[in-house]
T-cell receptor, first 112, second 112 residues
C-alpha cells in the first residue's frame, strides 16, 4: 500500500555543515511532495514542496530533490543552524483528490 | 504565528465522552485539514474540507466527524472517546488543495 518512510530517525549534524534528510515513498502515482518542520511544542511548518514534473526545487537555504526512478525524496539544508533543530516530515499526495500521507519524521540534532 | 487558530489548547476528559475541537483558518483560505499526532502513529491525516464540502478522507474513525461552516471555520467532533484517542490534534488551512498548508498550534486531548 501507500507509505512514506524515512531512512534515519535521528540525524546529528555539526553546526555550519549541510544536512541531508532522506525520505522514501512507495507509491509511484504520488505527484506532490512536501517537507515540514516541527519544532517542539509547535505545529508543523511548511518548508518547501515539489511536484512530480520537477526533480529539484530551491528555497532559502533549502533544496528538495526528487528522484522518481527510485522513489526517493531528500531535503538539503545548507549551513545548518541551531534553529534548524526540529523534526522534519516528508509527505506525499496522490492526485488532487487524495489524502496526504506523512512519514514518521526525522529528528535533526545540531552539534555545537 | 501561522494565522490559524485552534481552541481549546488543552482538553482533559473521560472515556466515553464527546468533545468538539474548533479551528479558524487563515483569512482567505478555503481548505481546512485535520490531523492527529500521537507518539506511536506520527502525523495522521484525518479529513479535508474545501469551501464547506468534504474533499478528502484519511484515517478518520467512524466515531469522529467534522464539518466546515459557511464562515469557513471547522469543527472536529470526537465521540465515545477511548484512551487511545489521546493525542495532539492539528488543524491546517490552505488556499486550495495541494497548496502550502499553514498549521495551527494544536489541541492536546487527554482521555483519562
Amino acid at each position: 500500500g501507500e507509505s512514506v518512510g524515512l531512512h534515519l530517525p535521528t540525524l546529528s549534524v555539526q553546526e555550519g555543515d549541510n544536512s541531508i534528510i532522506n525520505c522514501a515513498y512507495s507509491n509511484s502515482a504520488s505527484d506532490y511532495f512536501i517537507w515540514y518542520k516541527q519544532e517542539s511544542g509547535k505545529g508543523p511548518q511548511f518548508i518547501i514542496d515539489i511536484r512530480s514534473n520537477m526533480d529539484k526545487r530551491q528555497g532559502q537555504r533549502v533544496t528538495v530533490l526528487l528522484n522518481k526512478t527510485v522513489k526517493h525524496l531528500s531535503l538539503q539544508i545548507a549551513a545548518t543552524q541551531p534553529g534548524d533543530s526540529a523534526v522534519y516530515f516528508c509527505a506525499e499526495s496522490v492526485n488532487r483528490d487524495d489524502k496526504i500521507i506523512f512519514g514518521k519524521g526525522t529528528r535533526l540534532h545540531i552539534l555545537p | 504565528d501561522s494565522g490559524v487558530t485552534q481552541t481549546p489548547k488543552h482538553l482533559i476528559t473521560a472515556t466515553g465522552q464527546r468533545v468538539t475541537l474548533r479551528c479558524s483558518p487563515r483569512s482567505g483560505d478555503l481548505s481546512v485539514y485535520w490531523y492527529q499526532q500521537s507518539l506511536d502513529q506520527g502525523l495522521q491525516f484525518l479529513i479535508q474540507y474545501y469551501n464547506g464540502e468534504e474533499r478528502a478522507k484519511g484515517n478518520i474513525l467512524e466515531r469522529f466527524s467534522a464539518q466546515q461552516f459557511p464562515d469557513l471555520h471547522s469543527e472536529l467532533n470526537l465521540s465515545s472517546l477511548e484512551l487511545g484517542d489521546s493525542a495532539l490534534y492539528f488543524c491546517a488551512s490552505s488556499v486550495g488543495h495541494l497548496y502550502e498548508q499553514y498549521f495551527g498550534p494544536g489541541t492536546r486531548l487527554t482521555v483519562t
